[in-house]
T-cell receptor, first 111, second 113 residues
Framework: NAGVTQTPKFRILKIGQSMTLQCTQD?????MYWYRQDPGMGLKLIYY???????DKGEVPNGYNVSRSTTEDFPLRLELAAPSQTSVYFC??????????FGSGTRLTVV | KQEVTQIPAALSVPEGENLVLNCSFT??????LQWFRQDPGKGLTSLLL?????REQTSGRLNASLDKSSGRSTLYIAASQPGDSATYLC????????????FGTGTRLTIIP
């Protein structure tokens, strides 16, 4: 099925651990985004990419890293997890002027 | 820096009523504005997208308007149903060369049967 696929759906990390959130899209979209959503809040942009090999910081990039080696994949890396990174993470993609397509999210808890 | 505000934060209305959700943004240099629906514990579903050159978009019982010069958008829901209960988020995409999407904090809508 076409769309944005995120894995895992849920994860519990201990403080100081690292992990990679995976995001894959099969629509050949150039633009991809990572957002986080804290309880009762809107979404805040972490990182985005306008094409393979190009990434840029969003509003809240500290504590995260990304890479974009292919058009399809845009993984988000958390190094040294902290409780403040407990959130729901959404990946999205965009092609031209059309609407965004969002993944179903990854719910991360850091304890 | 673009800021997006949604008022009210929560709204409860009886089934069958028409209602309006509001969204305002500080920088009028936008490319488009999009309304999303989010059900508890779920991802985002796109409802309507309005390009900066458009004034409104309609889909079924939903109508979204855009007044770019005043930095406002409204989402009108006609004949509300319990299934409309969800959080509604608006988001604006920046102008040319700025592909970022800035979200409001959402309006949590409850339709009372």
């Amino acid at each position: 099925n076409a769309g944005v696929t995120q894995t895992p759906k849920f994860r519990i990390l201990k403080i100081g651990q690292s992990m990679t959130l995976q995001c894959t899209q099969d629509m050949n979209h150039n633009y991809m985004y990572w957002y986080r959503q804290d309880p009762g809040m809107g979404l805040k942009l972490i990182y985005y990419s306008v094409g393979a090999g190009i990434t840029d910081k969003g509003e809240v990039p500290n504590g995260y890293n990304v890479s974009r080696s292919t058009t399809e994949d845009f993984p988000l890396r958390l190094e040294l997890a902290a409780p403040s990174q407990t959130s729901v993470y959404f990946c999205a993609s965009l092609a031209g002027p059309t609407s965004y397509t969002f993944g179903s999210g990854t719910r991360l808890t850091v304890v | 820096k673009q800021e997006v505000t949604q008022i009210p934060a929560a709204l409860s209305v009886p089934e069958g009523e028409n209602l309006v959700l509001n969204c305002s943004f500080t920088d009028s240099a936008i490319y488009n504005l999009q309304w999303f629906r989010q059900d508890p514990g779920k991802g985002l579903t796109s409802l309507l997208l309005i390009q900066s050159s458009q004034r409104e978009q309609t889909s079924g019982r939903l109508n979204a308007s855009l007044d770019k010069s005043s930095g406002r958008s409204t989402l009108y829901i006609a004949a509300s149903q319990p299934g409309d209960s969800a959080t509604y988020l608006c988001a604006v995409r920046g102008g040319f060369g700025n592909e970022k999407l800035t979200f409001g904090t959402g309006t949590r809508l409850t339709i009372i049967p």
